[in-house]
């Protein structure tokens, strides 16, 4: 699980590009103007990438990306 | 005799006489889900006629479009096979493609019924979402009412069907159900009859109809700003009215619109405007387009993937109302600015004017112009000589 959580961080840091995502893991993304509607590509490829899990754009609900906790969440319920 | 739903008050009045029972049901903090299907029944055969040529196409379609859902849910439990997805998909896209035809076709002009193309969503939603495994139960009952729910189907809002069935299926306290439901759809209700049946109606019958036969810079110019505010009246208006019934009815359909004039650029005029349409393109079309197009490999970078993905989504967005030639001008042209704001959004030029005082405001009224343009193409005024 501490792995999902690692690889959680680095997708945000990566599709956020700044890592003051690590300081605040309950920060609105979506507020803070860190991601947008396309951002749900990114983040889908980005899982293909590192998990190999292949997602559909409308498997994640606005809630489930917008804060980093929320997405660890989100992709340990998927990986179960 | 047939009602056109929504259009004046006294077709709302009939319309709302049907609510009745529902509300007394929501009263008693009971489940309104049956109610609301037999109020749909009733209400299906005041918009369509009984034995009407109408009702029937609208039975036909609806028996074959079930048969097509309910086989291909059974078929993907089964066995996964991306050539029946695929044929599937287009025996769904058939009776739109064929009534949309009909207008170079006059001999089949009898072909159409209400709804047809609001409809057609929740078909092609319900299969995508069978293909992805998120539809884990599919009751036959609940997938009729979803696809037929009667205070949506002549223009939306596009529901899904997941948000639909929750709230289908949630019996809501009598005190919720009479504060977030029912006083709220009444208001809205109210707020559809000032948009539509008020400054809608007014802005028609006093300009637009006004305007003369001869077309000059000035009366173009007019017409323009004139149908823009009409459009944008009438159809929040009569969003108004579906979302309203629908509370009433215990289902909160979603939005259409969210101060979509005071977008500062087409990328937020979109998340502001017509607000089910473009998600449901969003997550259905466009998204997967782009995802698929750069896992195949077809597309190297992100970029050239997104803004073909917004040329293809706005031009079939443009198909999808009509035929027409002004319907896919409008849809090329939503396109083409999308594509440019994309572009803008990612210009130094951008990140400079964004920090300046001004950026609101100027902003504001450039969207305004591009979005005034796009209702002129879409209203057809320029085409008809």
Same mark, same amino acid.
């Given at each position: 699980m501490e792995d999902l959580k690692n690889i959680a961080f680095d997708i945000m840091e990566e599709i956020c590009e700044t890592d003051e995502i690590r300081e605040d893991p309950d920060l609105d993304l979506m507020d803070a103007g860190l991601i947008d509607s396309l951002s749900t590509i990114n983040i889908i490829l980005l899982i293909e990438d590192k998990l190999g899990l292949k997602l559909q754009p409308t498997d994640f609900t606005k809630e489930d990306i917008s804060t980093v906790n929320n997405f660890i969440s989100f992709l340990e319920g998927k990986v179960k | 005799m047939v009602f056109s739903q929504y259009t004046n008050i006294f077709s709302l009045i009939i319309f709302s006489s049907l609510l009745i029972p529902g509300i007394v049901a929501g009263f008693m903090g009971k489940r309104i889900k049956y109610l609301g299907m037999i109020a749909s029944v009733f209400a299906l055969c005041m918009i369509m006629?009984?034995?009407t040529l109408q009702m029937y196409q609208f039975l036909i379609f609806l028996a074959c479009e079930s048969i097509l859902i309910m086989g291909y849910y059974f078929f993907n439990k089964r066995a996964k096979s991306d050539f029946v997805y695929f044929w599937v998909l287009i025996l769904s896209f058939l009776p739109i493609i064929l009534i949309k035809s009909v207008i170079y076709l006059p001999r089949f002009n009898f072909l159409g019924f209400v709804g047809i193309s609001y409809v057609s969503f929740r078909v092609w939603q319900l299969i995508i979402e069978i293909h992805d495994n998120h539809i884990e139960k599919l009751p036959f009952l609940d997938m009729l009412y979803f696809i037929t729910f009667f205070p949506t189907i002549s223009s939306g809002p596009i529901d899904r069907y997941q948000r639909f069935t929750k709230d289908l299926n949630n019996a809501i306290p009598r005190n919720e159900y009479i504060n977030d439901y029912l006083f709220v759809g009444i208001k809205k209700i109210l707020l559809g009859v000032v948009y539509k049946l008020g400054i809608a109606a007014f802005i028609n019958l006093y300009v637009i109809e006004k305007m003369p036969h001869e077309k000059t810079f000035l009366s173009v110019v007019i017409y323009m700003y004139a149908y823009t505010f009409y459009l944008f009246f009438d159809f929040a208006g009569y969003s108004n009215f579906a979302v309203g019934t629908s509370y009433i009815l215990g289902i909160k359909a979603p939005e259409n619109? *969210?101060?979509?004039?005071?977008?500062? *650029?087409m990328k937020e005029f979109w998340d502001r405007w017509h607000i089910s349409l473009s998600k449901w393109f969003g997550d259905y079309l466009f998204s997967r387009f782009v995802l698929n197009t750069l896992r195949n490999g077809t597309f190297k970078s992100k970029k050239m993937a997104v803004r073909c993905g917004y040329l293809l989504t706005m031009t079939i967005m443009g198909l999808w109302h009509g035929f027409t030639l002004f319907y896919v001008a409008y849809g090329v042209y939503q396109g083409i600015m999308l594509v440019i704001t994309d572009f803008y959004l990612k210009s130094k030029v951008y990140r400079k004017f964004k920090k300046s005082g001004c950026y609101d405001i100027v902003s504001r009224i450039v969207c305004f112009q591009i979005v005034a343009i796009g209702m002129l193409i879409f209203s057809g005024y320029l085409f008809n000589v």
């Open positions: - | 006629g009984f034995h619109f *969210n101060k979509p004039f005071l977008a500062r *650029n």
